[in-house]
């Protein structure tokens, strides 16, 4: 059995049993999600897509985390110091303080979120964002010419709608408007510039859609510029994922095959087309009423989106082809929205810190926070931000795609049938995503299961699983029976084959053990480099910002215990959700947003892993597991 002090650590109760998922709902979005009795009603709104707000790490005493328990049963940790008598009388608890015992819907409102509409997370406070978008529709009529006002169609429209430039396009159109709409109509103004005509009858509403653009994942979120609302939002698979899991293997396709820029193009094109018609569909706007694209990615997805070569990101010195953002015409690359729209593109700051980098500086407000700050997006390339006494810095390190589920024996994707949570206690308990027979594992249950067998004594520092005749006395003889001889070693079985239904067992091999190794080094390895870069230990850390789509479904005492974070408090370790989308709506949202995201994208200064001399020790060092929990 696990020491009291460890199960206490875990995020679910180490009593239930396995296959006992129930379904938690949450509201207004209506998502549903199946987890383990005894989860957090926090870890579940995560695995559901919500971030909620934890500024106190989960602690349970700064109440940012609210929600109100709809219907069924939960069981919570004592926290009335927090919340007064009758708000629990009335359904309301901490989401990092009560767990789920069966079948529960859950609200929760818009000021726990994070990140909902303009507030944003900026320590333990959060701060608003005016609305000032950069696109915006002015209505107006003019009187018509006479013999007495005979002044040209381009004046009274000036006067009007005051003075902005109107491009040569919009200029042969005006008489014919004009004209065609008795002297009346909507000016679509982007900044000091006319953008587009639309007849007086028109809706003043304005959209915008912010997408980031994921090496597998693209989400687009869809805006009403006019208030500031979320209107949908839509995922997809990246259409690139074809031609590889990774940046480095595309920015070779494209190396060795002359037409491959333009194909990896049209494939992330289409599929931010795609979303764009899902996103349309659901909330019954015109594509035509689409008049700003706000776009975050790394480097290489920038790039390649532009239509700029990613070649020299491939060889040493790893050159980008831009630093400053980007506005240009959606049309020039062919994303189907308003003819005149126009694309804004994230600066980067140097080599692979790209745009969706920057995102997530802005939106974690990340130069404001009194104490040294970490910033960490974990995925196939590991973006790390670093920001301490006025200064930032950055790096990024090249993690394999072992956190996606590729190169991992029966790793994939979190999907349905993907097992995405372990825990071991006298035997051991799966949570599958979708409530199905699982049928392999995704990024999060390898870290889980590593670091339970790392607690079993199953598990080395060195990285080896121990034969079942080497592994500690005490363990339970249905654990003991999971570790097996397989291909190239010794495994440990997740899940016992069922002859009956036909699915194979799920195994944890050797292979991918070292999978996990390379790419946990890898990302620890950035870590220590920056944190000595400023002469920081571990413990100087007021926050551990964890962004992105993985970063935010990993539990925290199970990254500190294989090494992938550094041994901090666990309340340190902060989900910020995805911070590069975050990031791409507020640009939308402001001008003001835009500026402050440029000016910390010059501000942050890069260092280079590849040519740091202290990299490669601290890559060996960190291929070894920890040797206690912390």
């Not at 999600?33 to 106190?56: K, M, S």
């Not at 010059?602 to 597991?625: G, N, Y």
Request: proline share 5%; hydrophobic share 40%; charged share 20%.
């Amino acid at each position: 059995m696990l020491p009291a002090r460890a199960l206490a650590r875990l995020a679910i109760d180490p009593t239930m049993k396995q296959g006992a998922e129930i379904k938690v709902t949450f509201e207004p979005s209506g998502r549903g999600v199946y987890v383990l009795p005894g989860t957090l009603i926090l870890e579940a709104a995560i695995r559901a897509g919500i971030v909620v707000q934890t500024p106190c790490g989960g602690r349970g005493n700064c109440g940012k985390c609210r929600v109100k328990v709809v219907s069924g049963r939960c069981r919570e940790e004592p926290c009335g110091h927090v919340l007064p008598k009758n708000l629990l009388d009335a359904g309301w608890r901490l989401a990092c303080q009560c767990r789920i015992e069966t079948e529960t819907t859950v609200k929760i409102p818009a000021e726990s979120l994070f990140g909902v509409r303009q507030k944003i997370l900026t320590g333990d406070a959060g701060a608003k964002t005016d609305l000032r978008p950069m696109v915006r529709k002015v209505p107006f009529r003019i009187g018509a010419p006479s013999h007495e006002d005979s002044r040209s169609d381009q004046s009274r429209l000036l006067d009007a709608v005051g003075k902005v430039s109107i491009p040569y396009d919009i200029l042969r159109k005006l008489p014919g408007f004009l004209r065609g709409n008795a002297w009346s109509g909507m000016a679509v103004l982007a900044g000091d510039r006319l953008i587009g005509l639309e007849p007086p009858d028109s809706s003043i509403v304005v959209y915008g859609l912010a997408v980031d653009v994921g090496t597998t994942t693209v989400v687009g979120t869809l805006l009403n510029l006019s208030d500031g609302t979320e209107v949908a939002v839509a995922s997809a698979l990246n259409g690139q994922v074809a031609y590889g899991d990774d940046v480095l293997t595309r920015i070779k396709r494209i190396r060795e095959i002359p037409e491959a820029l333009a194909h990896l193009q049209q494939q992330i094109l289409d599929t931010i087309n795609g979303l764009i018609s899902e996103l349309c569909q659901a909330s019954g706007a015109e594509r035509g009423a689409i008049y700003e694209v706000s776009l975050s990615g790394n480097s290489t997805m920038q790039q390649i989106l532009c239509g700029l070569d990613p070649s020299p990101l491939g060889e040493m010195p790893f050159v980008q082809a831009f630093n400053k953002a980007l506005t240009f015409p959606a049309f020039q690359i062919g994303i189907e929205v308003a003819t005149s729209a126009e694309v804004y593109v994230f600066p980067q700051i140097e080599s692979f810190v790209g745009g969706d980098t920057v995102a997530g500086m802005l939106a974690s407000r990340i130069d404001r926070w009194t104490e040294p700050v970490l910033l960490v997006d974990i995925g196939t390339n590991g973006e790390i931000v670093l920001a301490h006494k006025g200064r930032m810095t950055a790096a990024s390190t090249a993690a394999g795609p072992a956190f996606e589920g590729a190169r991992i024996s029966q790793g994939m994707r979190a999907t349905a049938g993907a097992i995405e949570k372990v825990v071991i206690a006298d035997d051991v308990i799966l949570n599958v995503i979708g409530n199905k027979e699982p049928i392999g594992l995704c990024g999060t249950a390898l870290i889980d299961a590593v670091a339970e067998i790392l607690r079993h004594g199953i598990l080395d520092t060195t990285g080896r699983i121990l034969d079942a005749d080497e592994a500690p006395a005490g363990l339970p003889d249905a654990i003991r029976k999971r570790i097996v001889s397989c291909e190239g070693g010794t495994g440990f079985v997740l899940q016992q084959e069922n002859k009956v239904s036909g699915f194979d067992a799920v195994r944890l091999t050797q292979r991918d053990i070292r999978e996990l190794q390379l790419a946990s080094a890898a990302i620890r390895a950035g870590i220590n480099v920056l944190l000595k870069d400023a002469g920081l230990t571990p413990d100087k850390l007021g926050a551990i910002l964890l962004a992105g789509a993985f970063g935010n479904f990993i539990r925290r005492n199970n990254a500190c215990r294989i090494g992938l974070l550094p041994p901090v408090a666990h309340d340190k370790i902060q989900f910020i959700g995805n911070a590069s989308s975050l990031g791409a709506k507020l640009a939308l949202l402001s001008v003001e947003e835009r500026m402050y995201a440029e000016r910390l994208a010059a501000e942050c200064r890069h260092v280079d892993l590849s040519q740091d001399p202290s990299f490669q020790q601290e890559f060996s060092e960190a291929m070894l597991f920890p040797e206690s929990e912390t």
